[in-house]
């Protein structure tokens, strides 16, 4: 699946706009070129003894994001997704290649940069705890030196669009998840940045909560301009929000293109659901295999490039059919089946783990 990764220029690069950049372009926000992290890590191996091992989690990706593209970075657990963002925003230094975000380079200018980006990771508040928002919101201004006509300007606009009106004097320990993420996503505001990264934004929200903080992004992007790298979990998030998704896996890109591509490249299969007059072994029928029994009802997996007709009509011939229906692949699907192609698919670790001499 390499051979799908990063540089093809495939649809999906294209930015909101629908212009197409160049190389040497001043729109490309965030360059990653062989971007490389090792971790070392020390385990106990009996009483006394320790072993040293390597974890290449993020093992040699390149990419470009441009400025206003929304861009969905997805992957299974210990893929490397989290690894780097943080090196995107200075937070760990990359043990290869090279970065820049905004023409700033993260590890050595790492202050600079935190003027130009949001960063919100979902299971952890930026918010001081014990302090009501508004207050929470009057540091972070001072922290960032935000002109009090924007920062009032600004806060207007997300307790508006957030519906943070009732919230702004409750204490941060006392709001709900949802409320405090969105108190978050406009505390990474206030200060403008080009770049928002948004680590599983809504992780554990209720619906209504997701389609708020969905619908601010959709116009924060719109009206603003606002360039995001959002990492989620949730493929709803997705399909709502990125023209263009990257998935990751053991710290390489297995894709970067739009979502179309994404259905198409790990859709190899759609089913035939059949409905039988009664129980029977499972169907035999060239062209497809039977995947799942339950009573009467079986699921015939068969190539999605294939017509269903011609299968259709040899099942009709040689069972007693009640009813039929078709399954197109989802998000879900699509993206496990990618991930169970990738070298050493399966629930192991993500990332390669490599002993150490010494
Ligand atoms: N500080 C660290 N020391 C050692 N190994 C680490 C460290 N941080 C991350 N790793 C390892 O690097 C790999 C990638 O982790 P990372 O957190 O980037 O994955 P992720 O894609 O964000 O996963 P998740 O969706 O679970 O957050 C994993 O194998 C993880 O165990």
């Known amino acids: 699946m390499d051979g799908m990764a990063a540089s093809d220029g495939m649809d999906g690069t294209d930015g909101m706009d629908g212009t197409r950049g160049t190389v040497a372009g001043g729109d490309e926000l965030i360059v990653l070129e062989e971007l490389e992290k090792v971790f070392r890590v020390r385990r106990r191996a009996g009483r006394f003894r320790r072993t040293r091992s390597e974890v290449r989690a993020v093992n040699g990706i390149s990419f470009t994001v441009r400025r ?60 001081w705890w014990d302090l009501p928002l508004r207050d929470s919101y009057a540091l972070v201004r001072r922290m960032y030196r935000v002109p009090q006509a924007r920062f009032r300007e600004n806060l207007e606009r997300c307790v508006e669009l957030l519906d943070l009106a009732e919230l702004l004097e409750v204490p941060v320990r006392q709001l709900s998840l949802g409320q405090r993420m969105r108190g978050d996503i406009a505390a990474a505001l206030l200060h403008d940045p080009e770049v928002l990264y948004l680590d599983e934004p809504t992780i554990g929200l209720d619906v209504i909560s997701k389609a708020k903080v ?66 029977q072994p499972p169907i035999s029928v060239e062209g497809a295999r039977t995947v799942r029994v339950e009573g009467p009802r079986q699921w015939l997996a068969f190539p999605a490039k294939a017509s269903a007709a011609p299968l259709v009509a040899r099942v009709a011939a040689d069972y ?16 496990a089946r ?21």
């Open 320 to 335: 007693p059919l009640l009813d039929l229906s078709l399954r197109e692949p989802d998000i879900e699907d699509v993206i």
């Open 68 to 127: 206003g593209e929304m861009v969905g970075y997805i992957g299974p657990n210990g893929a490397g997704k989290s690894t780097t963002i943080k090196m995107l925003t200075g937070i760990l230094t990359p043990s290869g290649g090279r970065l820049r975000v905004a023409g700033i380079d993260p590890q050595h200018e790492r202050t600079r940069l935190a003027r130009r980006i949001g960063v919100v990771f979902g299971q952890r508040t930026t918010l």
């Open 338 to 358: 990618m991930y169970a192609s990738g070298d050493g698919g399966g629930d192991g670790p993500r990332a390669a783990e490599v002993p150490v001499a010494g």
């Open 214 to 279: 969905r619908s601010f992004l959709r116009e924060l992007n719109a009206e603003r301009g606002t360039t995001v790298l959002l990492t989620t979990h949730d493929l709803t998030d997705i399909e709502q929000l990125c023209r263009r998704v990257m998935v990751i896996d053991h710290g390489r890109l297995m894709y970067d293109g739009g979502l179309p591509g994404l259905y198409e490249a790990g859709a190899g299969e759609r089913q035939l659901v059949v409905d039988l007059e009664r129980e």
